[in-house]
């Protein structure tokens, strides 16, 4: 542990032992006000995301004695502003939204605005959609107060069905005006979710590159790790390998490792090939084995190889690989490619009639028929990119369609996808040479 989170942490524990004692002493309680105690709320959840995950138990505590607190409290002491934003930002914060409602109801001062209040409400109820207008408004009226980057932040969750671009303008504004904070990186994780999802890769990668920057260990960067790869995997005509390097440059050769091998394994179940052979490469060579030692780059590795000239090559480094060192996801993605091998390296069902007996008047004809044929076979079956249309059974021994059909239902989508696009090649150059009889 560095020396910043050690300091993080007994900072945290210092306000927690405090607060704890406070919780013993109702006379003391009263007199800390909720604003004060909202800042110790934020300085824990701010350590969380900055990597100390035993400061959450800390978190859940303060959210009880804060929703305590409020709930407890004389209706005047919201006449001072700095107390009603403390109940909203707590309200935002994963607090109890009926505590919210508690407080509007005994409101008779009207110390909170209407508006947010009820915004608030029906965010909190799953109705977001319905005031995404009206929160954007208030959002950027409230700019210069505490409540601005959380406010911007719900504005932009709401706003993401409606207006992706627009959605990313608040969360633009919520990480800008809360730097270092849960906020910030809930801002980006977002952020990289929605550029991702309207292939806006240019921010993405911004995006992408600011979180591992900062968020690595949150305990929410398992799901950046997830956008990440899907966004190399759909982007790499356009991301560059460089910028790829840069993103996972931060972190320690373990996790740039299993971000690689994720990478690797997905490309190769879309058939990109040429990012398959990197990433695997790369994980390869982070995990300090020998070529040949490491099972699950070598797998990945070599599933792009299936449909091409060097299957044989291919599925023998498949099958060289031990059982024991493969999940059973990866043991079915295996027996996968074996089926999808077999299929590649099967001969097709001949024609009614033989092409040498054609007439003379069509020998010419069929011959061009079969060069085309033969040329759309090659680019069919070395195309890493086409796109999966058919069913394969995962077991490598030759069943009937109906049982291919019956067990491709238990595949795992992903070996699902991949024994599809091997499925669907053989098909198309089966129908094309059928077609090739006078």
Not at 105 to 132: E, P, V, W
Not at 223 to 250: C, N, P, S, W
């Amino acid at each position: 542990m560095t020396l910043r989170r050690l300091s993080i942490s007994l900072l945290a524990l210092a306000s927690l032992v405090a607060l704890g004692n406070v919780s013993a002493r109702a006379n003391d309680m009263d007199t800390i006000q909720p604003f004060q105690m909202l800042r110790s709320l934020q300085f824990v959840q701010d350590t969380v995301v900055l990597g100390d995950h035993s400061a959450a138990e800390m978190q859940r505590f303060m959210l009880g004695t804060i929703d305590e607190r409020l709930r407890g409290a004389d209706p005047a002491i919201f006449d001072d502003p700095r107390n009603v934003d403390a109940a909203l930002i707590y309200a935002m914060s994963g607090g109890n939204p009926a505590t919210l409602e508690f407080l509007v109801a005994r409101d008779i001062n009207g110390n909170f605005d209407n508006r947010i209040t009820d915004s608030l409400r029906k965010y909190l109820s799953g109705k977001g959609t319905l005031i995404a207008k009206s929160l954007g408004e208030i959002s950027k009226e409230y700019r210069n107060t505490d409540l601005a980057p959380y406010l911007a932040l719900v504005a932009g969750n709401v706003t993401i069905t409606r207006d992706p671009v627009d959605a990313l303008k608040f969360y633009d504004w919520a990480r800008l005006t809360a730097p270092g904070t849960i906020v910030e990186e809930a801002a980006l994780r977002r952020s990289l979710a929605v550029a991702v999802d309207a292939k806006i890769v240019d921010k993405a990668g911004g995006y992408a590159n600011r979180y591992a920057r900062r968020y690595l260990y949150s305990p929410y960067a398992s799901q950046f790790a997830d956008l990440f790869v899907q966004l190399v995997v759909e982007h790499y005509d356009v991301i560059k390998r460089e910028d790829i390097e840069a993103t996972l440059g931060y972190m320690d050769n373990d996790r740039r490792r299993e971000v690689y091998l994720r990478i690797a394994r997905k490309a190769a179940i879309a058939g990109r090939k040429d990012l398959t052979t990197m990433a695997a490469d790369q994980a390869r060579a982070l995990s300090g084995a020998t070529e040949g030692d490491d099972a699950l780059a070598n797998l990945y590795g070599s599933l792009a190889s299936i449909s091409t000239e060097n299957v044989d090559d291919a599925m023998q480094a498949i099958m060289n690989i031990p059982a024991e060192s493969l999940s059973p996801k990866d043991l079915a993605l295996r027996r996968a490619a074996e089926a999808v091998a077999k299929e590649v390296l099967r001969k097709p069902e001949p024609p009614p009639e033989s092409l040498t007996q054609a007439n003379a008047n069509t020998t010419d004809a069929n011959a061009d028929v079969g060069a085309t044929a033969a040329a759309e076979d090659d680019a069919e079956l070395q195309d890493p990119t086409a796109p999966p249309i058919a069913d394969a059974a995962p077991e490598p021994q030759p069943v009937s369609a109906e049982a291919d059909a019956a067990s491709a239902a238990n595949l795992d989508p992903a070996v699902r996808t991949f024994v599809d696009t091997g499925r669907s090649k053989l098909d198309a150059i089966d129908d094309l040479l059928k077609q090739e009889g006078p």
